[in-house]
């Protein structure tokens, strides 16, 4: 210990002994008219190699304040804004502030004394919706990918699973060159690309495409990036390819090409792994490790990682397989196309064990059950995105998507109940085989015909899905009910099952503009129709035929299902530099229905309701705002839920639909704001939601003297949810060798919710409190140390007896480290600790996750040799504790355990200037 207070000592010493801080004001006005210039940019660098030091932005009265901290005594400050001519002056530095006094910005190049007009491009720039870096401004390490560089801008934040934010707000578009790269899957950009590549990245509001043409205000919670590669970099072939293999049969291969020629652009990309990965990640530490634990598992089959699926897993181990490639170009003036196709397949294996205490009113019981899933799946999917400007005031644009899913499943689970008294009520065994094969075709179509000259338009949207679904089931369960009552069902069945969907949307709206573009008037009208059959024959086992023949007309369905509704709707908006409010009232008329061809049993439900969004934006400056906004949504009941059809499928779960329930009106309200300094590099970002829900649909459930529940459905009023969250992050830079990050967040979600427990009706409340804290350390090219802690602490509470208050905690802390030296040698360490305090025993109730990896560099970085190990230690379980209003439930199911892999990577890079291919990397 005491030499590592020692190193950390002398190393801090030189630091200190030679940096000096420095301050640096001015004011800058336009040279002509003297007014002020706000968001203009201001940075401080090095004059030996241009090197970025420290840079600001102007205020509202065009007055800046530059501060930093550096170890020479001469420096080049440059000022640019957008319209202007770039301005730079030589300062020396002499350990007090300096007054560079009022300085005019000319529109066009000339003298101005001692300050030299220049063409310097800004790190940053910030024109009225875009948020701009230039790449070459923020120094990386060698090989460096977009991911690496989002990591050095100011106020943005990369998680270990490649989700991104800007200032506080998600990130969930990625554009290379404007265009989709790859689907909806960002890190496919952020990780393959490589920061060489990289002219600029730009950061704007979310928008459609129509949206942008049209001028309209996007998504003011989301983000895109937008990165532009440099034009002298744009022609040639670049990618990267990997393989290795590890213990326990562990493997994992990936490969991604792309071809770029200007606006022509070519990629494709393949993979496979055992190890729970998407497998066209390369495998560093955040980009394989963290997605394997943190990947979306579904029943049926599927799984997602970024939105994009993956074929079928479980919730234990997955062997997927991944091939894709993408299409972009420009097909003349105006017009543009890309295009991806996927093909995607998995193969799955999980055991789990499930241990739950229910609890009833005057009563509790226990059930415990262990289930074993092998899936297998194959997805092929394609998306064109076309789009065409027929003139300079009308835009088409066409999005169709083709999937097929071919997939199959064997499920087996042994189920019982026992009472307090530890007495076996009832028990079931149940063996699935399921055989499932699907085709989904998507449209959407928008045209919008922009008038005049003030921000008038007419817009038609057209969307459409035909879904079709075919599956065969195998079942066999054996379920026993014990005690006064005693019954044994037996089934061996064979059911054929068959889904139809086709949905349909027609959307027009006009915008007239009262102010021309300021102040807009809409019309729309929205009309919805989405058909459903579902058609599901239940065939049992005949022991004399020895088939399937005996049809079975309880357990079988023929439904055909409409929901179709209609809304026309008034939109008043108003959009300025500074403010940004608007209001829309809409009326909803649904009609549901549904015809039972089986039963003959048909009916109808009407739903009228006033539907109303609200919201407003104040821009205090380009570093500042706060919004809030207001709505009331209709929710109308599933068919599920209003059909009186009783499903007895499962034996021990009966269920029933209400034809009598009334559709749920949710309001929401919302507050936030959003800050960010460019000076101190530092800012914080809030929020707070509010909903409440009358009328919202919920179980009723009646649980009998054998355990069994028969369910319906009603509705309740009191249903609210209160959440809020605040954050702050700030980065200190030292010198431009160290730099501290630090953050801080507290979350905290009140809920109220009442539901109905063995018919009798109760209300349950929650509290959760979640603060996190995080920092983390850099020095560049040497190391990064990053450690974090996070506490969950909820409290349940209840206004019936039978529920006892409890309150739940959980623990997590993290230690992420990073070695650069000597420079070819990377070393990566990933550990968390986690207490899960309320676990019940039998379970694991804490556990050390320690994942490392050794990266080795050569060819000129081109090359790597990665020795990794996944659960250094071999403390990793899958055990979860989950609690709802009636029961406490704890689940442990399969994990992936320790291994070890040795993996080899390539990147290879022939882009070259101005459409010259450059040399072989080899050479």
């Known amino acids: 210990m005491k030499k590592c207070i020692l190193w950390l000592g002398f190393s ?32 401080a660098e090095k004059p030996a190699d241009s090197s970025l030091i420290t840079y600001t932005i102007s205020g509202r009265d065009g007055e800046f304040e530059l501060k930093g901290r550096t170890s020479i005594t001469e420096i080049n400050v440059n000022i640019t804004y957008t319209g202007y001519a770039s301005v730079r002056k030589k300062v020396t530095l002499n350990g007090s502030p300096i007054d560079l006094g009022t300085i005019k910005m000319p529109l066009q190049a000339e003298s101005l004394g001692d300050v030299v007009i220049t063409a310097t491009r800004a790190p940053i720039t910030i024109k009225k919706d875009t948020l701009e870096f230039n790449a070459a401004s923020f120094s990386t390490k060698a090989n460096a990918t977009v991911e690496d560089l989002l990591k050095e801008l100011p106020g943005v934040e990369v998680d270990a ?58 998504d003011d919670q989301n983000q895109t990036i937008n990165i532009t590669i440099d034009e002298e970099k744009n022609k040639g072939i670049f990618g990267r390819v990997a393989a290795g293999g590890g213990t326990d049969k562990r493997f994992e291969y990936a490969g991604l090409v792309n071809y770029f020629d200007n606006d022509l652009r070519l990629s494709a990309l393949a993979g496979g792994n055992n ?22 598992f579904n029943r049926n089959g599927s799984f997602n990682f970024n939105g994009r699926s993956f074929g079928s897993a479980g919730e234990g181990i997955t062997n997927s397989r991944t091939a894709g490639t993408n299409y972009a170009d420009d097909w003349g003036k105006g017009t543009d196309i890309s295009a991806d196709y996927f093909y995607s397949a998995a193969n ?29 799946s194959d997805t092929h999917s394609a998306n064109i995105r076309f789009k065409t400007k027929i003139d300079s005031t009308f835009l088409v644009e066409v999005r169709p998507q083709f999937t097929f899913n071919k997939s199959t499943s064997d499920f087996t689970r042994n189920e019982e109940s026992r009472s307090i008294a530890n007495e076996l009520i009832n028990q ?55 005690g006064d009552d ?23 709206s006009f915008r007239y503009p009262i102010i021309a573009d300021t102040l807009f008037f809409y019309v729309g009208y929205n009309f919805v129709r989405d058909k459903r059959m579902d058609k599901r024959s239940v065939f049992d086992f005949n022991e004399q035929s020895q088939a399937y023949t005996d049809f079975n007309v309880d357990q079988s369905t023929d439904f055909e299902n409409t929901n179709q509704f209609s809304k026309p709707q008034l939109s008043l908006t108003y959009n300025a530099d500074k403010i940004y409010t608007g ?25 009228n309701a006033l539907e109303m969004n609200a919201n407003f934006r104040y821009r205090f400056s380009k570093k500042f705002s706060i919004y809030s906004g207001y709505s009331l949504n209709n929710n109308a009941p599933n068919i599920n839920q209003l059909s009186p059809y009783v499903d007895v499928s499962d034996p021990l779960n009966i269920t029933r639909g209400n034809p009598d329930l009334k559709p749920s009106n949710e ?30 649909v919920v179980p009723q459930t009646i649980i009998d003297e054998n355990f069994v529940r028969n369910t319906t459905y009603t509705n309740v009023d009191g249903n609210y949810n209160i959440s809020g969250n605040l954050g702050y992050n700030k980065t200190t830079a030292i010198d431009s060798l160290r730099t501290f990050k630090y953050g801080a967040g507290f979350y905290i979600m009140g809920d109220r919710s009442v539901n109905f427990n063995n018919n009798v009706e109760y209300s349950s409340n929650t509290i959760s409190y979640n603060p996190s804290v995080n920092f983390t350390f850099s020095w560049k090219d040497l190391f990064e140390i990053t450690p974090s802690y996070r506490i969950n602490y909820s409290t349940n509470s209840f206004d019936i007896d039978a529920f006892e208050n409890r309150n739940y905690t959980r623990h997590e802390m993290n230690l992420r480290t990073k070695t650069f030296f000597p420079k070819f040698l990377e070393w990566n360490n990933d550990i968390e600790y986690a207490y899960n305090a309320d676990v019940a025993e039998g379970f694991d109730r804490s556990y050390v996750f320690w994942n490392s990896s050794l990266v080795y560099s050569f060819l000129n970085d081109n090359g790597s040799a990665t020795l990794k190990v996944y659960d250094l230690l071999n403390q990793n379980n899958n055990v979860r504790r989950t609690s709802t209003q009636d029961y406490i439930q704890d689940v442990q199911s399969t994990v992936l355990r320790q291994y070890f892999m040795f993996t080899l990577s390539y990147k290879f890079n022939t882009l070259g200037k101005k459409g010259e291919i450059r040399d072989n990397p080899w050479e």
């Open 12 to 43: 801090f010493f030189p630091l200190f002994l030679f940096s000096q801080n420095f301050e640096i004001k001015g004011k800058l006005v336009d040279e002509t008219e003297n007014f002020p210039l706000e968001s203009a940019t201001i940075f």
């Open 161 to 218: 699973q490649g989700n991104i934010t800007v200032n506080g707000k998600a990130v969930n578009k990625i554009l290379v060159n404007g265009k989709p790269f790859f689907g909806d899957d960002p890190t496919i950009a952020t990780r393959n690309l490589t920061k060489d590549i990289v002219d600029k990245i730009q950061v704007t509001e979310t928008k459609t495409d129509s949206q942008a043409f049209s001028g309209e205000k996007g």
């Open 275 to 296: 190890i729970n990965s998407p497998g066209f990640s390369f495998g560093e530490i955040e980009k394989m490790f963290g997605s394997a634990r943190n990947l979306n």
């Open 348 to 376: 799955s294996f999980n055991e789990e064990l499930r241990n739950r205490e229910n609890i009833l009113p005057e009563n509790r019981y226990f059930s415990t059950s262990d289930s074993r899933s092998e899936d297998e």
């Open 428 to 482: 079931s065994n149940t063996d699935n085989q399921s055989f499932r094969e699907g085709n989904n075709f998507e449209n959407e179509l928008t045209a919008t015909k922009n008038y005049g000259s003030r921000g008038g338009y007419f817009r038609v949207r057209v969307n459409n899905s035909i879904n079709t679904t075919v599956n065969d089931d195998f079942r066999q369960s054996l379920t026993q009910i014990f």
């Open 486 to 508: 005693p019954a044994t069902i037996n089934r061996d069945q064979f059911i054929d099952g068959n889904q139809r969907s086709n949905n349909y949307a027609v959307i027009p």
């Open 583 to 607: 209001i829309t009232v809409g009326y909803v008329s649904r009609r549901l229905e549904s015809n039972d061809a089986l039963r003959n049993v048909n009916f109808q439900n009407d739903f």
């Open 667 to 696: 309001h929401r309200l919302y507050f936030g704001g959003n800050n960010y300094d460019y000076q101190t590099q530092s800012g914080f970002y809030s929020y707070l939601n509010a909903s409440l829900t009358n009328d919202r």
